[in-house]
């Protein structure tokens, strides 16, 4: 998932060891690929802004390697059904694995709105500059074309008289 930058979207390309690709997606904000391997060795994952070179981006990704480890011992070899005990722990766990998710994509979700917010936040300071000094100027302006109706204007002091 792309947290920040740009219009929030990457690509994206994953290579078995043969340097086959076994995934590519173009301009993507955020994807799940799940896959199998069959093959011993090192993967390469490549996220690629070569669109976008003005803006620079932030991505999470998360991979899990291997299956997940039975939380009974002998869970896999045993031919009776769970006590009530041992099901109420599958459960149990089944929902704790389900808000680690939640909060993994609260957590992104809330890492793009801070980005969003101080964006705003600098947007907004700047045109508060721009509008004080703009403000200043006038103000300026006004005071002396105020001025400059209240003074008299004296002609020359080097006439002559009668």
């Known amino acids: ?72 011992p002998d869970m896999n070899n045993r031919v009776t059904a769970l006590t009530q005990m041992e099901s109420a722990c599958v459960t149990i766990h089944e929902a704790l694995n389900t808000v680690i998710d939640s909060q993994t994509h609260y957590r992104l979700r809330e890492a793009q709105d801070r980005s969003r917010a101080e964006d705003l936040n600098g947007r907004v300071s700047y045109w508060s500059v721009g509008e004080t000094l703009i403000l200043f100027v006038v103000s300026v302006g006004q005071v002396m074309l105020l001025k400059s109706f209240f003074t008299e204007k004296r002609p020359g002091s080097g006439g002559a008289s009668t």
């Open 1 to 72: 998932q792309v947290i920040t930058g740009g219009h929030y979207d990457v690509d994206c390309f994953v290579e078995d060891p043969n340097g086959r690709t076994i995934y590519k997606e173009t301009k993507k904000q955020y994807d799940s690929f799940p896959h199998h391997t069959e093959l011993q060795g090192v993967y390469t994952f490549c996220f690629s802004n070569e669109f976008s070179t003005f803006s620079h981006k932030t991505v999470y990704f998360d991979f899990q390697v291997g299956d997940e480890p039975p939380i009974l």
